[in-house]
């Protein structure tokens, strides 16, 4: 099992950045792929981006490419979401999810 604590999440700006941070615990971190979901008011949650155990492969909603960036840092058990341009529409809870546990979110507000 892996636990998880995101932190990170504010309020900014639209066209502002924000970087989240995923601190996992537990040895399988390294070796299994994250991701981050999102889940806005109302509406259901969403995957936005993941990588994998390595980190040289990334994948991305359409609706975040070009502007949030997925890392990683196995060295600090740390995983993170890099989001710039932000939009209003980008408001939400986010959720990072690493071998099927899940942390308690970070909640992202954008204002326009």
């Known amino acids: 099992q892996v636990q998880l604590v995101e932190s990170g999440g504010g309020l900014v700006q639209a066209g502002g950045s924000l970087r989240l941070s995923c601190a996992a615990s537990g040895r399988t971190f390294s070796i299994s792929f994250m991701s981050w979901f999102r889940q806005a008011p109302g509406k259901k949650r969403e995957f936005v981006a993941s990588?994998?155990?390595?980190?040289?492969?990334?994948n991305y909603a359409d609706f975040v490419k070009g502007r949030f960036t997925i890392s990683r840092d196995n060295a600090k058990n740390t995983g993170y979401l890099q989001m710039n341009g932000l939009k209003a529409e980008d408001t939400a809870v986010y959720y990072c999810?690493?071998?099927?546990?899940w942390g308690q979110g970070t909640q992202v507000t954008v204002s326009s």
């Open positions: 990588i994998s155990g390595s980190g040289e492969a990334t």
């Open positions: 999810t690493v071998a099927g546990d």
